[in-house]
């Protein structure tokens, strides 16, 4: 079995296409950015201690910084989990908690990806508390 982060390592590059489809704030034909989940750890990583961003605000973000229109919401999903879970077995290393991607700054307990959490939900609450973001 692969480990979170065997997935955040990766190798690949990101590339910008046209939306294949029209879902939800992603219309058919606008330049989307596909990310590799390394450019989303690194762009949580840039999120300063107590600032927020929710994940449609990461997608556009990211979009802007690739010379898109949009990010691709499915891949951020998935590449959400993998800086989590990644970020977890670091963790439980030893790493320390300064040294790991601050997802919960994205992720809060309205996010999919946080109810998909192996680890659970607790853990994101404890450290938004800590940062004095909302629940």
């Known amino acids: 079995m692969m480990r979170w982060n065997d997935r955040l390592s990766t190798p690949g590059s990101h590339s910008v296409k046209a939306t294949p489809r029209t879902v ?68 439980q290393r030893g790493i320390t908690l300064s040294d790991v991607a601050p997802f919960w700054r994205v992720l809060d307990a309205k996010t999919p990806t946080t109810k998909k959490l192996s680890f659970g939900a607790e853990f994101v609450a404890a450290q938004r508390k800590r940062e004095g973001l909302k629940p």
């Open 24 to 91: 939800a704030d992603v219309v058919e034909g606008q330049p989307m950015l596909v990310p590799t989940a390394r450019q989303v750890d690194e762009f949580i990583r840039s999120i300063p201690e107590g600032v927020e961003m929710d994940a449609r605000a990461l997608r556009t973000a990211l979009a802007i910084e690739h010379g898109a229109e949009v990010t691709c919401p499915v891949t951020i999903g998935y590449h959400l989990r993998t800086v989590a879970e990644a970020a977890n077995e670091d963790l």
